[in-house]
């Protein structure tokens, strides 16, 4: 919005704007110390499968714990991490970390799952992805259907046919992936069919009123079927009460996601959430 205004154009120059640069200047600094300093931690929120109740995955969410700034919200820094450039270092520690991370639960003996990492637009184009993705799980040891791989619907859809050719090479190697936030972005239904995705993420937004209000009540059961035909699963992200997810258990989707199963946890706690859990 900024950039669209003209150079000699002081209206819209507020206060609030200083204010808004000035800390996307020190977050952009800050992010710099990051990871030397060991300031990122994973956290990890249960996916259940609705059939029967079990944890079938965990998304694995990023959390940064800056010594004075406190704890920095992820949708805040990830789109500055995009623009600074640094986000493909973060997001290749996520994925070590997660990838990790699961090979030692599994090889613990809990129960086996998929681990789901979100991937930045900006990750997806690289043209190292396909290697550096094949590493990470060689140097683990984690055979490549344990991985899911989280792209926005507004990612996938900024330039489809890339992302076919993406997606297409991802498969070849047994990785999965899923398109997240959907029903935000503008997806065509030509591509979308073209798409080598396991899972449709149905946006937590229309999950939300899902009890009272007919229009997302209707958006989430089309999403539903849609991916159905298209041979895709759902999951519903933000499920946070009993009637949310009797609604999608009695429409046909297939897990959920959301605080009425639990908030995203770190790691020893999560770990203990499977063990307690019905299995
Ligand atoms: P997302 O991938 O759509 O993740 C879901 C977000 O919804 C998470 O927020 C999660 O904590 C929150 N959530 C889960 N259940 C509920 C619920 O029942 N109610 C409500 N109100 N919220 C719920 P979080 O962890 O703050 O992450 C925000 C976004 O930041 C993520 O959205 C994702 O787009 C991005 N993000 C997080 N970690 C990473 C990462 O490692 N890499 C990249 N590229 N992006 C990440
Ligand atoms: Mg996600
Ligand atoms: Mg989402
Ligand atoms: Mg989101």
């Not at 990051?34 to 995955?57: C, K, M, N, T």
């Not at 940064?64 to 973060?90: K, N, T, V």
């Not at 503008?186 to 080598?196: P, T």
């Not at 937590?204 to 209707?218: C, M, N």
């Amino acid at each position: 919005r900024v950039k669209q205004a003209s150079r000699n154009d002081f209206r819209f120059f507020t206060q609030e704007m200083q204010t808004h640069s000035a800390r996307t200047l020190q977050l952009v600094n800050a992010l710099r110390h990051a990871l030397p300093r060991h300031e990122f931690e994973l956290h990890f929120q249960p996916q259940v499968a609705l059939q029967d109740g079990h944890i079938v995955g965990a998304e694995a969410l990023l959390r940064w714990r800056h010594p004075e700034l406190g704890m920095i919200s992820p949708a805040e820094f990830i789109p500055i991490a995009e623009d600074s450039g640094q986000i493909l270092a973060i997001g290749e520690w996520v994925l070590r970390t997660a990838v990790r991370q699961l090979k030692q639960w599994l090889d613990a003996g809990l129960r086996p799952m998929v681990i789901a990492v979100n991937l930045s637009a900006v990750q997806f184009r690289h043209p190292n992805l396909m290697a550096l993705v094949t590493r990470i799980l060689d140097e683990a040891a984690l055979p490549p259907e344990f991985l899911e791989l989280e792209l926005t619907e507004a990612a996938a859809m900024d330039d489809p046919p890339a992302a076919i050719a993406i997606m297409n090479k991802l498969d070849e190697h047994g990785i999965r992936m899923s398109i997240d936030d959907f029903g935000t972005g503008y997806s065509s239904l030509s591509y979308l069919k073209k798409f080598k995705v396991n899972k449709l993420k149905i946006d937590q937004s229309f999950v939300r009123d899902i009890s009272d209000d007919p229009d997302d009540k209707a958006i989430v059961t089309a999403i539903i079927n849609l991916a159905s035909s298209l041979g895709m699963h759902t999951i519903a992200e933000g499920v946070e009460t009993a009637s949310q997810l009797a609604f999608l258990r009695l429409q046909g989707c297939d897990e959920v996601q959301g605080y009425y199963v639990s908030k995203p946890l770190p790691k020893d706690q999560f770990e203990a959430f499977v063990r307690n859990s019905i299995s």
